[in-house]
């Protein structure tokens, strides 16, 4: 009796937190655990963010951006193949602990960019699958451990949360790069600092997440069925294809801003991504309790609408300041959809299966670029021959692509019981 109630106390987090194994957020969620886990996370998305001049590293070691196009969308599965097993062991281990090892093993990655002198060969494949299958885990164990420490009509809010850290990162990653890459400044010694800088963001990102770890323990074992007979049971199959689509729409400014830039003879793109993270954690912010007052559908519909927008609104881009207003509103979706996806992607499973759901969820925006960044890649080298408007071209393609996704998840999805209570 006495083992079964401390086993009731322990929550797959390892914290104890009452006999549901949740925290009342109003009271005790946003702690010192939390905060900790804030700056962990805000951390290695600053470091993540400096790479947004990772084109410019692949273009001085001979690779063009049907190379980078291709190294990206290579280096996406090593994602893919390690998240469920992430999943699985975050369910089985401990969000905290997978989260700690994937911290580490991204900085090895980082540290192996910084010896790569080539973009062609093998090893900058292998480094780039390291890189995105350890964020993989970093990013699926954070959102995993501080969901579980919230009740579940509460769990797009904490994710929202969370996930302004990573405005906060992607706000200034992205001008600290175009800062060291200034007055043109493209050279070995520009990507040295820029991959050093991110090395040492990823390790102070692993002793805080060393801090707020400390103390946890290993989840209770139970047996447990097959990952994927899981995933068959509980996945929302259109809201998952929907989830490829947005990750898409997330990573392609990430890929190809720079390259665009170079096109068309704008200095850096630290602007839009200052005006893209500044916008997402305003909305963020602001919205954070609409998901559990009024479902989460609307708000998918909304950002996919917006996401297509800003798409749009990048076709008369031509000067630096003009990016300001796909990034406007790319930011505003970009906040309200992550959270809102995944808590309607994570939803239809149990609880005790959150690793696996919150894994596969972001499964499906690693497919999203992993499909669309070789297409890219592919689209410009042959629209380059053709045309100078290559570009012109690309972000109408993606728009149309965008609208058909939004009209077909907005017509075929089923509101959920709180979007009928609202209404």
């Not at 996930?163 to 992607?170: D, H, M, V």
């Not at 239809?348 to 919150?358: D, H, I, N, Q, W």
């Not at 629209?383 to 012109?392: E, I, L």
């Given at each position: 009796m006495a083992s079964t109630e401390i086993s009731n106390q322990i929550s797959e987090t390892g914290f104890a937190q009452g006999n549901s194994g949740e925290v009342d957020l109003e009271h005790h969620g946003y702690d010192r655990i939390f905060w900790l886990a804030y700056l962990s996370n805000g951390l290695t998305t600053l470091a993540n963010g400096m790479l947004v001049r990772y084109a410019d590293f692949v273009h001085l070691y001979g690779g063009d951006e049907l190379q980078?196009?291709?190294?990206?969308?290579?280096g996406m599965v090593g994602s893919i193949i390690f998240r469920m097993a992430q999943g699985e062991a975050v369910d089985r281990y401990g969000a905290s602990r997978v989260w700690l090892w994937s911290i580490a093993i991204y900085s090895l990655s980082l540290l192996a960019h910084l010896m790569l002198t080539s973009a062609n060969g093998p090893a900058v494949f292998i480094a780039r699958a390291v890189m995105q299958a350890s964020l993989?885990?970093?990013f699926s164990s954070s959102i995993t451990f501080v969901a579980l420490r919230a009740r579940p009509e509460r769990m797009a809010e904490v994710v929202g949360t969370l996930?302004?850290?990573?405005?906060?990162?992607?706000m200034i990653g992205p001008v600290i790069s175009d800062w060291l890459g200034r007055d043109g400044n493209v050279g070995p010694q520009m990507v040295q600092q820029m991959f050093g800088t991110a090395l040492s963001l990823a390790v102070a990102s692993t002793f805080a997440m060393w801090?707020?770890?400390?103390g946890s323990t290993v989840p209770i074992r139970h047996a447990r069925p097959k990952p994927w007979s899981v995933v068959w049971q509980y996945q929302p199959w259109l809201l998952s294809i929907t989830a490829a689509a947005m990750g898409a729409g997330f990573?392609?400014?990430?890929?190809?801003?720079?390259p665009f830039a170079i096109e068309t003879n704008m200095n850096g793109v630290g602007l839009f991504f200052f005006v893209y993270a500044s916008t997402g954690f305003i909305t963020r912010i602001a919205s954070r309790s609409l998901f559990a007052r009024y479902g989460n559908r609307p708000w998918i519909c909304l950002g996919l609408g917006l996401l297509t927008l800003s798409y749009v609104s990048f076709i008369p881009v031509s000067q630096a300041w003009h990016l300001v207003i796909p990034a406007f509103i790319a930011g505003a979706a970009h906040a309200l959809l992550f959270p809102s996806v995944m808590s309607e992607g994570t939803r239809?499973?149990?609880?005790?299966?959150?690793?696996?759901?919150?894994a596969l969820t972001l499964t499906m925006f690693d497919i999203g670029?992993?499909?669309?960044?070789?297409?890219?890649?592919?689209?410009?080298?042959?629209?380059?021959?053709?045309?100078?408007?290559?570009?012109?071209?690309l972000f109408c393609a993606i728009a149309v692509l965008f609208a058909i996704t939004t009209v077909v998840y907005c017509t075929k999805s089923s509101p959920t019981i709180a979007e009928a209570n609202a209404s």
């Open positions: 980078l196009g291709l190294i990206v969308g290579c993989a885990g970093v996930g302004t850290s990573g405005f906060i990162g992607l801090l707020g770890s400390h990573s392609i400014p990430m890929i190809f801003l720079r239809a499973f149990p609880r005790k299966y959150l690793g696996v759901a919150t670029t992993f499909i669309s960044a070789p297409l890219i890649g592919w689209f410009l080298d042959i629209a380059k021959v053709h045309t100078n408007n290559a570009y012109t071209w």
